[in-house]
Each structure stands twice: as structure tokens, then as C-alpha cells.
Nanobody
Framework: QVQLVESGGGLVQAGGSLRLSCVVS????????MAWFRQAPGKEREFVAD????????YYADSVKGRFTISRDNAKNMVSLQMNSLKPEDTAVYYC?????????????????WGQGTQVTVSS
């Protein structure tokens, strides 16, 4: 079956860095866009960044642009999110997700597959 497994979360001080990874398996994702979402307590799940698996084209939410970098490693079937200059407001559970590339929106309900999430906590 299809699996998306995240890792790399943890506790970091403001201004620090973390790198999240999402290993995918169970199908070919070349016609998919891979995304990272996050959800803070009491808030809705929000889009962070995505990357088209085949072309490598990326897109970022304004709140993380210039601080976060999404990338993919075809050989390892892995999507990563490098997070620099972290802020307390980045604290959330981070999820990896996948959707067909012809779906143009970035709302959570457009995504077909989800990982279980990994906690990121940024202390002030």
C-alpha cells in the first residue's frame, strides 16, 4: 500500500534549523506534486510548500518563503523540507502529502495521500 513516512521533527530554539524528510513507497509519484502542510493546536491545517516530482518546480507559502526549502531525491524516494531561521509561530505538526499534478489548488482536500505527521516545536 502507499505510505508516506515523515521524520526529522523535534525541539529547536528560535533562529535554529531542522530538516524534515518524507519517504514514499507503494506507487510511482512522477505524476504527483508532493507537499508539506502544518497544523498548530486549534488551527486549521495550512499549506507550507510543494514540489512537482517530475520537474522539481516548487511553490511556497508567503510565511515561509526565503526560510524553508523543499527538495526531492528521486533515488531515495524522499521529499525533504529544510527549515531555517525558525520562529515560535512555526510550531506545529508537519505533514507530508501527495496530489495529482493536474489538481491546481492547494487545499488539504485536494491531496490523496498523507503521512502521519511529525512534531516541530520552536522555543522562544
Amino acid at each position: 500500500q502507499v505510505q508516506l513516512v515523515e521524520s526529522g521533527g523535534g525541539l529547536v530554539q528560535a533562529g535554529g534549523s531542522l530538516r524534515l524528510s518524507c519517504v514514499v513507497s507503494g506507487r510511482t509519484f512522477t505524476s504527483y506534486a508532493m507537499a508539506w502542510f502544518r497544523q498548530a493546536p486549534g488551527k486549521e491545517r495550512e499549506f507550507v510548500a510543494d514540489i512537482r516530482w517530475s520537474s522539481g518546480t516548487t511553490y511556497y507559502a508567503d510565511s515561509v518563503k526565503g526560510r524553508f526549502t523543499i527538495s526531492r531525491d528521486n533515488a531515495k524516494n524522499m521529499v525533504s523540507l529544510q527549515m531555517n531561521s525558525l520562529k515560535p509561530e512555526d510550531t506545529a505538526v508537519y505533514y507530508c502529502a501527495a496530489k495529482r499534478i493536474w489538481l491546481l489548488g492547494r487545499a488539504p482536500n485536494e491531496y490523496e495521500y498523507w503521512g502521519q505527521g511529525t512534531q516541530v516545536t520552536v522555543s522562544s
